[in-house]
Structure formats: C-alpha cells, structure tokens
C-alpha cells in the first residue's frame, strides 16, 4: 500500500477546524483489497471502472477511485482511526447515453451516514465528505433504482480516507450461515407435483407420478382415460387420449408404512403446461461445454437425488448442440443439415433420438433450444427458413419442450415493432402445431415490447420477461421484484418467465463455482419465483447438488405454491423502505404472503389482514420449516434478515 503524507490543504477547512493543523496520511480506497466488494456485474475497478475503463464523471476524468457496477457493497475495517472519507461518486460516463442509474449509500454498521440522491447517466456526480470519527465499521453501497440493474456503472472517483495511526482495512462480508429449513420428508408415502395436468387429443401422454416415502411404492390410478396405462412399479403413465375431455383420476400410492392419495385432473383439449414447468436447463451450468454424457447425468441425478419425487420432470438442453457453420471444429463443425435439409447435431450429439428415449424411460421430459435467426446467441445453426422442417425434427426426436431464442433474429428484423416482434414466434407456432406433438413453447426475447401482453396470443406457453440472470443480488433482486404488474398475463397454459434458478453450483462454462448468492438470498429467489407462478429450471449442475441446495428444491409445500391449479401470480401489496409483501391467492382459499427485506440490515415487516382483502382470525404457517407458528388477529408481524424472507401461508 502506498501512502502518501498530506498536509491538509484549505479544502477540508469548510468541512471541519480541528484539521487545520494536522498532518495525516491518505489512503486512497482503490489502494485496498477490493477484490472483497461484491458487485452486481463485471469486476471491481482499482482506479478504473468495472469495465476497465477510465473514472470519468460528467466530462471530468479521475486517475484514481474505485469502479463498481450496483447493487454493490463493499465492508471495510475503520477500528476509529479514520479522521474523513472524501469520493466523488456517480455513473460512469461510459454509458452516457444509456438509461443507468443509482443511489450512493455509506453506512456505520447499520446507521445511515449519507445518501445521494438518484444519479443518472450523463448526470452531475455528488460530494461525499465525512467525519469517520470513531467509526470501527463502513460499508459503501450503491444500489439500482426503478429501473433496473442495467447499465448502472456505478463510481467512487478520488476516493481516500484521512487517517492517523490505524489504517482502514477490506473485509469480508459478514458470514451468513446455511441454514437448512425444510423438514426431512417421511418414511410414509406422499404424493407431490402438479395436482392438473394437460395434453392434447391423440399426442403421446408422458406423466410421472411424483412421490416420496419409502422404497418400494406401488402406484395405483383409477378413472384413467381409455388409452392411457400406468405402470404400477414406476409411475409413469403413457399412451395416447383420444377423445378431448376432462378425467378426475384418483391416484394412490403405498408402501410397507401406509397409503396416500391424491386427485389428478386431466384436461385433454387445447392447453399444455396448466401449471409451471418444473425442470432443469443446461445453460447456467455448462454453457457451450455441455453434451450427452453431461445430459444422461442430469437426468439421472434429478431420478437418483429424488427431486423427480417432488415433481421436477423437465430435462432442458440449451444452446450448443447443433454444428456450428463455418467452424473448422472437428467436434462442433461439420454440415449443418442433411441432403432433406433436416439439422444435424454436432459430435457431443450422437444420438439426439436415443437420448430423449432415455430420459422419456425415466418418466421424465426433455427440451432442447435454437431461434428463429440463421445463427443461435452462441453462433450455431438455428431455425431461420427451415422453421417447419426443425419443428418436425423436433418432434421425431421426442422434444417436449422448446426454448426459442431471439438473438441473430436482430439481423432479420425490421425493427422492433409489434408486428416484427410477433413475426418468428407465430411462424414456429404455426410449425410446431402441425407435429402433433405437445412442446411447451418458450419464448425467449428479454421482454421486448411488453411480451407479457401478446405471448399468449403467438402460442407461447412462457416467455422470458428480462434479460438472462446471473448468481448475484443486483440481477436476482432487479428480475424478481420487477415482476410487479405482470400479473394480470399469467395463468394456466402461459407464463410469466423471469429466467431460471441460479442456486447450487453455476458457471456458464466447464468451471464451475458455488452461486454468489447468500443463502437468505437463495430463500428469496426460491420463495418469488414459487409466488411469481414463474417456470422453475434449476440451472446448476445437479451431479453436485448440496444438501442445502437440495433443501430448497425439495420442500413441497413451497412447490405446491408454485403449481397451486389457480395459476395466480402474486402482486405486490405492500413497499416501503426496502421491505415489500407479496400476496398470491390459492385454489383452497387461503393465501401465499411473501414477507420481503431488500436492505442490509434485519427489519421486522407487518402485514395486515386489511393488505390481504380478508378479516378475523387466522392461522400462519411458515412454510419453509413446514410449521403453523399460530392464530393471528388482523395482523402478522415478522422479524426479516438482510435480503431475506419469510415466505407464509394465511387460512382458517
């Protein structure tokens, strides 16, 4: 660390006398490990932004400061020996015609020291001068605004303390243990998943059926419709319905411990995916490095971990399995499609077919991925003027799923107007309807042009309402609090889709790391995601699942407020200071309450009977632990911990 005796110059003699005369060491932040900071994208800047390029604010450029990128938080050891922090923060010029924006934070433990207003791209930057007298610790913050995440290139420019004696020192950020909340599941058997289930006349019918409990269960299902059969060891329910109706089918389960039973409806007609999907995407894990073996092995371990028990089914291959053009690769290169214009897969594929038979034996689905332009975001084949032909393949493979990706249709595209916006997705929905297969449709275009309103209308049975998620607090918090108003679009056969699940073991590539998630962090994106209604793909890599990852998977009572019949979104009722209650309405007519803390400190939140539209008394049971904590009057009050949750549900 280079220090640097400073003479305290007539600048400081406006914040405070007792300088005038003091000699005193500057430290610049940048000087520190700021390697500790975390950061809502990029890297920490050490006299750069988190980009890597100059600290410029509002046309002045600063050789030193710190770049970061909010929602950021950085911890520092101050042990009193600080006199002043001085910074002049604001968004980096960089993203001067951009929509960033952000407010500047810096707090002693949990006390408020400043605040900035809201800084925008292209805005004036604001002082920070203040007295560190006695402070032991300081944390430095910006946080995103209405707005989003996006571009908020944030900047703590000629950034330093004043210090005599004890230097300020980077710290971690406190230790957050991983507490396991959900109960172990019994030794008795229990029917889980979706309680309704769709398919349309005369395509094949794949249904697992999803329980826990001891081994072995025999499975029984009576009313089932002529042409389906069930496989009493398994499970698993094929063949094809006929005849478009809907059949109440009581299902039942047991072993040497007892019996369990359960309703299923299934609704034969125009619909699929009458409740979220539940499954896995190869993406947030592999990336480009995925391949056949690494698909059998997710598969296997959703069987093998017992998540399928709880009604995960879905097994989602992304971006990265075709052959690539004009690649000289002798894995991925190659000819993109046969003689009869059918697409090929590259050699990590060998046997697109005999994988989806594979997984299908398990009872279990399979996805795969392309888009409408000549290319996929990662540069292989994809669907553009070959839309009817790829939607066949698709299903003589045995696709069940299909993620259709905008990116390179960015290239065909007039602009960005509804009808240009409508164009590929009708296209490939008029193809996949001509398959008779049923292929829950997936529409991936980051939100443009309010997708939320006009999904349903091309076909979508999802659609991705922002842009793709990463494992840190800015994106999680942003995508999922930003959901509110888009509840109105969602209900059975069609879905809001804030992107997949970034808990357990994530990296996008062959290098894998531990979500940078908190673990009160991953109960909030656990517990919005069920409440949102939203399509749950695990994204990690389920080989080497932990046992706390696995407790948030696997908790059925969260679950069965994602796949609730009702198909309710929850709306935002409740905003003030960071703290937020969302609220979402169950077929049995008790309600889901999410009590939410985004701040950095602990903070007890409230929720009246009022805010939920009922009165009297009522039970609340905590449905992580899977405990009713009691009868409440008009009111529930609970203690919430930095970025956490309390996730209940409210009945007679």
């Known amino acids: 660390m280079k220090l640097i005796k400073l003479l305290v110059v007539p600048i400081l003699l406006l914040n405070t006398n007792f300088l005038k005369s003091q000699t005193y060491d500057t430290v610049w932040l940048s000087s520190l490990d700021i390697s500790k900071a975390t950061i809502g994208w990029g890297k920490p800047g050490k006299d750069v932004s988190c980009m890597g390029n100059p600290i410029i604010l509002n046309g002045k450029t600063y050789k030193k400061g710190f770049g970061t990128h909010a929602s950021s938080i950085f911890y520092l050891k101050l042990n009193g020996g600080s006199a002043r922090f001085h910074a002049l923060v604001g968004i980096n010029d960089e993203e001067k015609a951009s929509s960033g924006s952000a407010v500047f934070k810096v707090y002693s433990n949990n006390d408020l020291l400043w605040q900035s207003g809201i800084l925008k791209s292209?805005?004036?930057?604001?002082?920070?001068?203040?007295?560190?007298?006695?402070?032991?610790?300081?944390?430095?913050?910006?946080?995103?605004?209405?707005?989003?995440?996006?571009?908020?290139h944030t900047d703590w420019a000629d950034s330093y303390f004043l210090v005599k004696n004890t230097f300020p020192v980077a710290i971690d950020k406190p230790f957050e243990p991983a507490i396991i909340l959900t109960p172990k599941v019994p030794l008795t058997p229990r029917i889980n998943g979706p309680k309704i289930y769709g398919s349309r006349p005369g395509n094949d019918f794949l249904f697992r059926i999803s329980a826990t409990g001891e081994r072995p269960i025999a499975f029984t299902a009576n009313g089932l419709p002529s042409g389906l059969t069930l496989d009493a060891k398994t499970g698993i329910i094929t063949g094809k319905i006929k005849q478009a109706g809907k059949y109440e089918v009581n299902l039942t389960t047991t072993n040497k411990l007892g019996k369990n039973s359960r309703k299923l409806t299934i609704v034969c007609g125009n619909q699929i995916a009458l409740t979220p999907p539940l499954g896995w995407n190869s993406w947030n894990c592999f990336a480009c490095d995925v391949d056949e073996k690494k698909v059998k092995a997710a598969a296997n371990a959703m069987v093998n971990s017992g998540l399928a028990d709880h009604g995960w089914s879905y097994i989602n291959i992304d971006d990265c399995w075709m052959v690539k053009p004009e690649s000289d690769d002798s894995i991925v290169g190659g000819k993109t499609r046969d003689a009869q214009g059918n697409m090929n897969t590259n050699k990590k594929f060998p046997d697109m077919k005999g994988l989806a038979d594979y997984i299908h034996s398990l009872g279990l689905k399979i996805g795969t991925y392309s888009g409408p332009g000549p290319k996929t975001c990662a540069g292989y084949t994809a669907c553009y003027q070959f839309e009817e032909k790829d939607a066949q393949r698709f299903a003589d493979w045995g696709f069940d799923y299909l993620k259709y990706d905008w990116c390179d249709y960015e290239l065909i595209a007039k602009d960005h107007s509804l009808p240009?916006?409508?164009?590929p997705y009708s296209v490939m929905q008029n193809a996949l309807g001509k398959t008779n297969r049923d292929i829950v449709y997936s529409l991936c275009q980051y939100g443009m042009g309010d997708v939320w309103e006009w999904g349903a209308e091309v076909g979508g049975n999802c659609w991705r309402t922002t842009g793709d998620i990463t494992d840190d607090w800015s994106s999680v918090e942003s995508i999922g609090f930003g959901q509110a108003g888009h509840e109105?679009?969602?209900?059975?056969?069609?879905?809001?889709?804030?992107?997949?699940?970034?808990?357990?073991?994530?990296?996008?590539?062959?290098?894998?790391?531990?979500?940078?998630?908190?673990?009160?962090?991953?109960?909030?994106?656990?517990?919005?995601?069920?409440?949102?209604?939203?399509?749950?793909?695990?994204?990690?890599?389920?080989?080497?699942?932990?046992e706390f990852t696995y407790s948030l998977l696997s908790n059925d009572e969260v679950l069965d407020v994602n796949q609730d019949i009702l198909g309710k979104q929850a709306s935002r009722i409740v905003q003030y200071d960071g703290l937020e209650v969302w609220s979402k309405e169950l077929e049995d007519g008790s309600k889901a309450v999410g009590l939410f803390n985004r701040g950095l400190f602990p903070a007890s939140l409230t929720v009246t009977w009022k805010d939920l539209g009922?009165?009297?008394?009522?039970?609340?049971?905590?449905?992580?632990?899977?405990?009713?904590?009691g009868k409440?009057?008009?009111?529930?009050?609970?203690?919430?911990?930095?970025?956490?949750?309390?996730?209940?549900?409210?009945?007679?």
């Not at 002082?127 to 707005?147: G, K, P, R």
């Open 122 to 152: 292209g805005g004036p930057e604001e002082v920070v001068d203040i007295s560190m007298a006695n402070i032991d610790t300081l944390i430095l913050c910006t946080e995103t605004t209405a707005d989003g995440p996006n571009y908020d």
């Open 420 to 423: 240009e916006l409508k164009k």
């Open 488 to 546: 109105a679009f969602a209900g059975p056969g069609h879905w809001n889709d804030p992107d997949m699940l970034v808990v357990g073991k994530v990296g996008w590539g062959p290098q894998l790391h531990y979500t940078r998630l908190s673990p009160n962090e991953q109960y909030t994106h656990i517990s919005l995601w069920a409440l949102l209604a939203a399509p749950l793909l695990i994204g990690c890599d389920m080989t080497q699942m932990d």
């Open 614 to 629: 009922i009165s009297g008394t009522y039970t609340v049971r905590d449905l992580w632990p899977q405990t009713d904590e």
């Open 632 to 652: 409440f009057d008009q009111k529930y009050t609970a203690t919430i911990p930095a970025h956490g949750v309390k996730l209940v549900r409210v009945y007679k």
